[in-house]
């Protein structure tokens, strides 16, 4: 019997599995990752140290008043002093010292009936520390609710607000809006407004520190606005139709920057007044000069008016005027 030779069934065997597998073959390989991960921040101003007008030296300095009324101080001179309401105490939470504002209604019993409130819409501790304004501790909101009931003519009063950033990025105050209603037409001309802002903890700027001014800002007719304590006030009549434009332009330095970089915040003061319409613009005026309009139209009556301040963040509409390499990389 011939004998097989084995190194030729070996050599079969291993051409038959190259035929059969086929041939591979392996390259080296890598790979390089680029992940870019995004987190929004968020765009946030909020209203804080609410209070009865002044809490503060420099707004408020002695011989300033708070309330005109035809009362208070010595000697019935007619005003409470600006310094009347002021804490003692470092409280951003509450709107007045305590025991001033029912000192106030006692002083004022034989006289008036006034009352008033200044309050936060749905509060919470504000979520960023900003300046001397503690996260979680300082009240802030983003809409105030002042009140007023059984105003007459010649009352004034004045309330004030800081407003604070406490998001991730500046701010800038665009435009302010005012929604009015009232119960007729003599309620919305006899009541009016004065809003005045100024920049705190800002580095000064060539212009000041103004950031925006009501009545200047419009350029009305005198008969527009009547004047109480030496200040203006814009009828609620005439900001029905005002035209946004000239507000928007009335604002500087409205910028608001982000802390902890900055302490920077803006403060707000708001007044509310009954025209004295000595001369029987409206009411009937006074025994020496009496005229023949019906002062109900002027008495039992509600007028609103709602403050809307607007935010854009601080780089709305500016535009940039050249690019980069990745423009290479665009649709056209």
């Known amino acids: 019997m011939r004998k097989t030779n084995r190194k030729m069934i070996l050599g079969g065997i291993l051409a038959a599995t190259m035929i059969l597998g086929g041939t591979g073959y392996a390259y080296w390989t890598d790979t390089l990752k680029v ?12 209203f804080a140290d609410m209070g009865l007008y002044a809490q503060y030296r420099d707004e408020g300095p002695s011989g300033t008043w708070s309330i005109v009324d035809g009362v208070s101080g010595a000697g019935n001179r007619g005003w409470a002093s600006s310094e009347f309401f002021r804490r003692a105490n470092i409280s951003y939470n509450t709107i007045a010292i305590d025991g001033s504002v029912d000192r106030y209604y006692r002083d004022a019993q034989k006289y008036n009936n006034v009352k008033f409130d200044a309050k936060y819409a749905d509060p919470s501790g504000i979520k960023k520390t900003v300046g001397p304004y503690i996260k979680g501790t300082t009240q802030g909101s983003d809409e105030i609710q002042l009140d007023i009931q059984n105003m007459y003519p010649g009352y004034a009063q004045t309330f004030r607000t800081d407003v604070l950033n406490v998001g991730t990025l500046a701010a800038k105050l ?29 580095p000064k700027v060539a212009d000041g520190s103004d950031v925006f001014k009501l009545v200047k800002s419009l350029n009305l007719d005198p008969s527009q ?3 109480v304590g030496g200040v203006d006030f814009v009828r609620l009549s005439a900001l029905k ?23 920077n915040r803006l403060d707000i003061f708001v007044g509310v007044a009954m025209d004295p319409d000595a001369e029987g613009v409206y009411t009937t005026g006074s025994v020496d000069n009496m005229k023949e309009n019906d002062d109900s139209l002027s008495q039992d009556k509600n007028a609103k008016v709602t403050i809307n301040f607007l935010w854009d963040q601080f780089n709305a509409g500016k535009e940039v005027n050249t690019t980069n390499i990745l423009q290479r990389q665009n649709a056209d």
Do not use: C, H, R
């Open 35 to 46: 992940t870019a991960t995004a987190t929004t921040g968020d765009l946030d101003m909020t």
């Open 174 to 202: 665009s435009n302010v809006t005012f929604d009015v209603s009232a119960d007729n037409d003599t309620a919305e001309n006899m009541i009016g407004i004065a809003v005045y802002s100024w920049q705190e903890d800002s």
């Open 225 to 227: 606005y009547f004047t």
């Open 241 to 263: 139709n005002i035209d946004q434009n000239v507000i928007k332009n009335a604002i500087t330095n409205g910028e608001v920057l982000t802390s902890p970089a900055t302490t």
